[in-house]
């Protein structure tokens, strides 16, 4: 596989794997607020909204992560070289998670109001959590000297 189709392939899981994980956090912030005002949420509706929320909210998820891993790529090509590569898998897993949250903020303060609801108040560790995910994937999956 040649070193740009394995980028390529790795991005991609990268993005799927942050969305996902992404999704599942949000909704289970967003499930956990109907509890708190008193709502049953069952688990058979915990499933089948967290599967739907994957399904669904994928455009908007990606809209939000694809720039975000990009700007972490170009972010941290620029101080990888002063870490080992142990190092370098967590900084940059940290550097995505960090960078999604920055563009969730920016978008949240030029609009006004926050894209996904459930990454509001402590929801936002769900996404640099997500981000993270997302980061390690890449690492692991990714061409050895990409970053």
Known sequence: MTFRVKAFLAFLAAVAVTQIVASIIASQFILAGLVDMGVPVPLATRLQVTATDIWRSAPLYWLLI???LLLSMLVFRSIKKHFNDSICTLLFALCCGILLWLVNT???????VS???GFRGWGVLGLIVAGTFGGWCYRLLGPAHTN
């Open 115 to 117: 894209l996904i609801a």
């Open 66 to 68: 694809v720039p975000s």
């Open 106 to 112: 920016l978008l949240n303060n030029l609009l006004g």
